[in-house]
């Protein structure tokens, strides 16, 4: 019998001082996320452009974390209200979807991000039952290395 699918349901927040147009400009743009993500994005490129609105939009991204292995897969832009939130489908590696959220406030902005996905490589799915509280822990020093990212790139 094959371990159970690695099923990742995690929300991120962030606190920028940046207003939700510029702040979702960085994040819509995955191909320059080597430049101030590269932490963890080793490469990302266009595989097909969608329609007048970007729907269909389709970015192949190479990733990683601290953890020893990478992340081959895509991110398809599911449905976009710009600069409020949009949503993209991870295939690939990760399979699920992924939303960001942007709320202005007095202090700047909120961004949450609800990342929903599955892995089901064999590797994740034998090592999950275990050490799934260490994965968790890959993708926070992930997003943690994005804000910190973005955070500089916003001062620029």
């Known amino acids: 019998m094959f371990p159970p699918q690695a099923r990742f349901h995690i929300v991120t927040r962030w606190r920028l001082s940046g207003p939700p147009d510029r702040i979702a400009a960085l994040l819509t743009h995955p191909e320059d996320f080597p430049r101030w993500w590269g932490d963890v994005y080793l490469a990302c ?6 329609d007048a609105r ?18 081959n897969w895509q991110g398809k832009l599911l449905s976009a209200d710009l600069p409020h939130s949009w949503t ?4 690939g590696d990760l ?4 939303t960001w959220t942007l709320t ?3 202090a700047g902005t909120e961004v949450t ?7 089901d490589r064999l590797l994740f799915r034998l090592l999950f039952p275990a050490l799934r509280w260490l994965m968790i822990s890959n993708h926070n020093w992930a997003m943690e290395r994005g804000e910190a990212g973005l955070k500089w790139e916003l001062l620029a």
């Open 45 to 50: 490129h266009t595989v097909a452009k969608g």
């Open 54 to 71: 970007g729907i269909g939009r389709t970015v192949q991204m190479l990733s990683k974390g601290w953890l020893p292995y990478r992340l």
């Open 88 to 91: 993209i489908e991870a295939t």
């Open 95 to 98: 399979t699920g979807q992924g």
């Open 104 to 106: 202005p406030d007095d």
């Open 113 to 119: 991000y609800d990342w929903q996905v599955r892995s």
